[in-house]
């Protein structure tokens, strides 16, 4: 299958319409969701319109939106994508289920898209928005070496945008 990207302990393979159901209870977790989609609880529809641009974008282009699983186990550990950031370019997003946590998957998985982001698939810079109290998620784009570059106003409160440049 084309666009899978592995690493040493996780594969990410492009979301198809057989994980409806399987994301739609990971995006629905409230630990998941909490500084997903503003809070917001999807639908069905919304997880499949989701899955269906991310198979557009994988048409089209080298980013969509991946399923995390676990090589050993092949457990679903949460998701990872690259997406419109208004009109400043694409930016990194993932998501783990409470059982994955501190373990160095998200991490390891946005690591491998912000590779593919930046190598195969040309991108010149990723970037990445976080909210300024998902303290985990900071320290992960920090890893990934990402630096800060404005604050700007969210729903549920400020967001710090990050970016990293392909050279540099």
Known sequence: ????????????????????AALLAHWTDPDV??????????????????????????AASARGL???RERATGALAGTA?????????????????PPFWGYGYATEAARAVVEHALGPAGLSEVLAEVDEGNAA???????????????????LGPMIRYRRSAHG
């Open 1 to 20: 299958m084309q666009h899978v990207l592995t690493t040493d302990r996780l594969e990410l393979r492009p979301a198809g319409a057989a994980d409806l």
């Open 33 to 58: 969701r909490r500084f997903l989609f503003d809070g917001e609880v999807l639908t069905a529809g919304q997880v499949s319109e989701a899955i269906a641009a991310g198979e557009r974008d994988f």
């Open 66 to 68: 991946w399923l995390i």
């Open 81 to 97: 994508g690259l997406r419109p950031l208004e009109d400043l370019g694409l930016e990194i997003t993932y998501s783990l289920s």
């Open 137 to 155: 998620s900071i320290a992960v784009v920090e890893r990934l070496g990402m630096t800060p570059f404005e604050t700007v106003p969210g729903l």
